[in-house]
């Protein structure tokens, strides 16, 4: 079963630069992981808003790497800068039927 992970997240007016700046550091830590980011897209509607979804193979290989993010020191680090500009977060796990 695949499982795919959809985050939106909102930050400040000021703060969207600095987002995509994280991003990219969270996206080269993804990559060194193995986690696939299937995509990132900014809502035409409030640019403010930024949405990516990541694949993962099951709800363990998910258990597996997130673990294993949280343990990571730069990881870690970018939550915090940006949990400091978020205003809004919301997670969806999708599922293959």
């Keep these: 079963m695949t499982l795919v992970m959809l985050y939106r997240t909102t930050v400040k007016p000021d703060a969207v630069e600095q987002l995509n700046e994280i991003r990219t550091q969270f996206s080269a ?11 990132h897209w900014k809502n035409a509607g409030n640019l403010n808003e930024s949405v990516y979804m990541v ?20 990881y870690i680090r970018l939550t915090a800068q940006l949990n400091s500009i978020r205003t809004d977060f919301t997670l969806e796990k999708l599922v293959t039927p």
């Design 29 to 39: 830590i993804y990559t060194k992981l193995g986690i696939e980011v299937i995509g």
């Design 55 to 74: 694949r993962y193979e099951s709800e363990s290989d998910y258990q597996h790497k997130t673990r294993t993010l949280q343990e990571d020191e730069n």
